[in-house]
């Protein structure tokens, strides 16, 4: 048996300059780290000539053009996959469509298990290029480079989107101390709502097609704080860190009426008189899980919001990325 797994991630500045709408015309940067939450793939051969799927659906299918799982059936095609004898079955820690990159994740730990039984050896980078090629050029999916390569690299990554499609991706030269910190004073809370990526990112990507000037002048902005992100990350001034955060959430909340609600918009401002020093919405927007950065004052916000009956996920970073499990 074949398993796979990718972590999954949180955006620490710079989201939404990855989709090609903008980078394409002006070049994105962001800096994400992927976190010590997994998505999972098993594959392994069968008796029966058909291919079995099992997800929060299951496919028993003769043939790879009759598989519904849009993500499934072209990463079959791209590995070079169209008969049976086999089962994949995936499983995450988190569930779907709540803002941590799921997609990508699912993306690229499929490839990883698909290369491994087709016995390619594929560098990790190339994964991440081929789930790209699957999520964005395959299905047309208004998404954007991030979720793809940070769950294939791992770590605390910086990025460059150039408009030629190239993306150049180095490790963030955070010092030790700095990331233990980091890891400590970072809180995930889960909202409840989940939602479509695909869904949020549409009007952002409609926008930018058409050099709306708010929308661009928005990501221009959002591309500075993500520069501003990395270079504070770096320096260690992670209270500069969390106050660019919180910039980073008004500059998006103000992209779409999609990307907050009233609910959300309340547990933001008890976290913010609870002591976090800053926060945002992590993913696309519109629900999946809030993130804040205190220090002194963690047990009074973590207390706040578990009595507002969000659920805290506790996580520290992963380094490995996309990577077999066995094989």
């Not at 049976?84 to 993306?107: R, V």
């Not at 999520?135 to 793809?148: T, Y």
């Not at 980091?182 to 709502?193: A, H, I, P, R």
């Not at 999609?258 to 609910?263: A, E, L, R, V, Y």
């Amino acid at each position: 048996m074949i398993i796979a797994r990718s972590p999954l991630r949180i955006s620490l500045g710079g989201g939404g300059t990855d989709l090609p709408s903008y980078y394409e015309k002006f070049g994105g940067f962001l800096i994400s780290a992927a976190i010590d939450q997994y998505v999972y793939i098993t594959l392994h051969e069968t008796f029966v000539p058909d291919i079995i799927i099992k997800y929060s659906k299951l496919e028993r299918v003769s043939k790879v053009s009759e598989i519904e799982h849009p993500i499934v059936r072209e990463a079959l095609k791209l590995v070079g996959i169209y008969h049976g004898y086999w089962e994949m079955a995936s499983m995450a820690d988190i569930p779907a469509g709540t803002g941590l990159g799921s997609s990508g994740s699912f993306t690229t730990a499929l490839l990883k298990a698909l290369h491994a039984y087709r016995r390619n050896i594929v560098p990790n980078a190339e994964i991440a290029a081929q789930a790209c090629d699957i999520e964005i050029n395959r299905l047309r999916e208004p998404v954007g480079k991030q979720d793809q390569y940070i769950a294939a690299l791992g770590g605390i990554t910086c990025f460059n989107f150039h408009p030629d499609g190239r993306v150049e991706a180095w490790p963030a030269r955070v010092a030790q101390e700095t990331r233990y910190n980091l890891e400590d004073n970072l809180v995930l809370f889960f909202t409840g709502y989940s939602r479509s990526a695909g869904a949020i990112l549409k009007d952002q990507n409609e926008k930018s097609k058409q050099s709306d000037q708010s929308m661009l002048e928005n990501l221009h902005r959002t591309k500075e704080i993500g520069l501003a992100s990395a270079q504070a990350l770096e320096s260690g001034n992670l209270r500069e860190f969390a106050r660019l955060m919180d910039e980073h959430w008004q500059r998006k909340r103000a992209r779409s009426s999609g990307m907050s609600n009233d609910k959300i918009n309340e547990w933001y401002e008890l976290a913010k008189s609870n002591g976090a020093l800053g926060g945002k919405l992590i993913g696309a927007g519109g629900g999946g899980f809030l993130m804040f950065y205190a220090e002194e004052d963690k047990s009074k916000l973590r207390q706040a919001l578990g009595q507002a009956g969000l659920k805290e996920v506790r996580f520290r970073f992963d380094f490995e990325g996309t990577k077999l499990v066995s094989s």
